[in-house]
């Protein structure tokens, strides 16, 4: 009497990765979308504004190919485990400044926004980070609004300087 042979394990798509993949494959999609909508003309048209949007699209969507087969070949790697208060940190310092760029301005918004983060890594007290980011981001602020002429929001602390 033989044994009947052992059938390999079937492994099955990782349906979170190809998520991520679908995920990256619409974000092409938008960019290539977007640099379609620029009305360049002649010369420009070949290499003018639209060729780095195309350039990232196109890495985008070449991620999201091979993420795709990386999910249908299943067999992932153990995944961690999430940590929920430093996420949580992040997300709110984000919705912090979003908030706040308008009224306290960039430096403000931003200064917490780096606290804020600094915090979710496990570093430094708030009442110490919060005055180091804002100065950081003060110094980004006047860099580019004095020195490239570009506008970013202002808030009581920039009116100070402007």
Do not use: C, H, Y
Not at 64 to 85: I, M, Q, S, Y
Not at 125 to 148: E, N
């Amino acid at each position: 009497m033989s044994a009947a042979p052992e059938q390999p394990a079937r492994r099955r798509p990782d349906w979170p990765v190809l998520g991520i993949a679908a995920a990256l494959a619409v974000a092409a999609a938008v960019l290539f979308w977007d640099a379609s909508l620029l009305n360049v003309k002649g010369f420009a048209a070949r290499f003018g504004p639209a060729i780095f949007p195309r350039l990232i699209g196109g890495l985008l969507l070449i991620m999201a190919v091979w993420t795709a087969v990386a999910a249908w070949r299943g067999d992932p790697p153990p995944r961690e485990k999430d940590d929920l208060p430093p996420i949580l940190w992040i997300i709110g310092g984000l919705a912090a400044q979003m908030l706040l760029l308008t009224t306290a301005g960039f430096s403000i918004a931003t200064g917490l926004l780096f606290a804020a983060t600094v915090k979710a890594f496990g570093r430094g007290p708030l009442w110490q980070t919060i005055p180091i980011g804002i100065v950081f981001a003060f110094a980004v602020w006047f860099i580019f609004s004095k020195g490239l002429d570009l506008t970013l929001p202002t808030g009581p602390l920039e009116k100070l300087f402007s």
